[in-house]
Structure formats: structure tokens, C-alpha cells
T-cell receptor, first 112, second 112 residues
Framework: KAGVTQTPRYLIKTRGQQVTLSCSPI?????VSWYQQTPGQGLQFLFE???????NKGNFPGRFSGRQFSNSRSEMNVSTLELGDSALYLC???????????FGPGTRLTVL | QKEVEQDPGPLSVPEGAIVSLNCTYS??????FMWYRQYSRKGPELLMY????GNKEDGRFTAQVDKSSKYISLFIRDSQPSDSATYLC????????????FGAGTTVTVRA
């Protein structure tokens, strides 16, 4: 069974640009969550989608947005990039329970 | 003060030693407690999950939760060099709350 996949794996952008990251969950998983991981703040919850609806949202500015498609694939978008947005962005999918979230390898975003 | 506190280490132990990891938390509403292992350049991998107070054992791993003290632990017996990784504790309020709160992670090195 294929795991969670994220594309691209690495991304370099400049301040002010926008970026879109993609996540394909494990087949059959309908919940997709996004997290930001930085050395200073650790892993922080961004948002969670289930059946194309955002069910939970973390404490991030509106520049961070996401969506989920009918096939459960999800994208997150960050607009007007700031240096502090440099991080590893992780996607996790779940079949039925938050205690069984399976993470992808992440997308490493560097903002210059 | 962060909701979940975890000593980032690093922690270095000889092969075969017992590794002891712990987290403290401030929010008494947390009921579900998880431990993840993260290798370098990989996404977190779920190791253990416990509900409320008590112990849970899985092979060389034992997770303990003491809700009265707001303290959770993970013990790794007979540690191996392959256990070298960053260990993250995570917790959530409700069964259907997909917003996980993570500790900062403890980096563990097991010396051969």
C-alpha cells in the first residue's frame, strides 16, 4: 500500500512569491492534515480537511490556505511568502481517527 | 508557555541501554497521547498511542501516561543504533479532534 506522497520535495522561493504544495493521501483515507515544522517552533498544526471541507484550523495567518479535492488529494497555498515561512511542510492522512495519522516525507520550503 | 513541553536533548546512550523520554503538558483536556519517531529527512512515524492514564507496551517500547501529573513517558528497552532518531510526543483533546499538539522533539543517538 503506497504511503502519503508530497510534491515537490524541495522548493526555493523568494519573498513575496506564492507557493502551492500538494499531498496525496493513502488510498481510502479521507482526512488530510497539514503541519509546519521549524527548528524553533516544532510541529504546528495548520488545518485539516475531510471530504473537501475544512474541519479544523490552527493559528496561522490567512496567507496560509488549503483545499481538498473529491479524490481526497489536498493542496496548501502560501501567498506573499516571508522569510519565516521557510520550513518543512508535512501532510498527514487518516482513515478514521486522529491518533492514527500517517505522515508524508514533507516538502522543504526555503524562502530567500 | 507552550502547551506541550519536551526536552530537546540531545540524548546519547550506549547500545543496549534503556532510553527514557518524557513530556509534560498544561492542558488537562488532553486525553489522547501519541509518540512519533522521525528520522532525518523523513516524516514522523507513529510509534505508540495511549488513551487517558495507564501503560501500554509494544515490543521494546512502553508508553506511560499520568494524567494527574500531566506527564507522559516513552521507554525504549535494549536500544539499538537504528533507534537513533528524533522522538516527538503529541496529544489531542477529543477522539475526533485532528489537531495534534506536538512537543519539540528529543534527539536520541544510540552509540554502537
Amino acid at each position: 500500500k503506497a504511503g502519503v506522497t508530497q510534491t515537490p520535495r524541495y522548493l526555493i522561493k523568494t519573498r513575496g512569491q506564492q507557493v502551492t504544495l500538494s499531498c496525496s493521501p493513502i488510498s481510502g483515507h479521507r482526512s488530510v492534515s497539514w503541519y509546519q515544522q521549524t527548528p524553533g517552533q516544532g510541529l504546528q498544526f495548520l488545518f485539516e480537511y475531510f471530504s473537501e471541507t475544512q474541519r479544523n484550523k490552527g493559528n496561522f495567518p490567512g496567507r496560509f490556505s488549503g483545499r481538498q479535492f473529491s479524490n481526497s488529494r489536498s493542496e496548501m497555498n502560501v501567498s506573499t511568502l516571508e522569510l519565516g515561512d521557510s520550513a518543512l511542510y508535512l501532510c498527514a492522512s487518516s482513515l478514521a481517527a486522529p491518533n492514527e495519522q500517517f505522515f508524508g516525507p514533507g516538502t522543504r520550503l526555503t524562502v530567500l | 508557555q507552550k502547551e506541550v513541553e519536551q526536552d530537546p536533548g540531545p540524548l546519547s546512550v550506549p547500545e543496549g541501554a534503556i532510553v527514557s523520554l518524557n513530556c509534560t503538558y498544561s492542558n488537562s483536556a488532553f486525553q489522547y497521547f501519541m509518540w512519533y519517531r522521525q528520522y532525518s529527512r523523513k516524516g514522523p512515524e507513529l510509534l505508540m498511542y495511549t488513551y487517558s492514564s495507564g501503560n501500554k507496551e509494544d515490543g521494546r517500547f512502553t508508553a506511560q501516561v499520568d494524567k494527574s501529573s500531566k506527564y507522559i513517558s516513552l521507554f525504549i528497552r535494549d536500544s539499538q543504533p537504528s533507534d537513533s532518531a528524533t522522538y516527538l510526543c503529541a496529544m489531542s483533546h477529543l477522539l475526533n479532534d485532528y489537531k495534534l499538539s506536538f512537543g519539540a522533539g528529543t534527539t536520541v543517538t544510540v552509540r554502537a
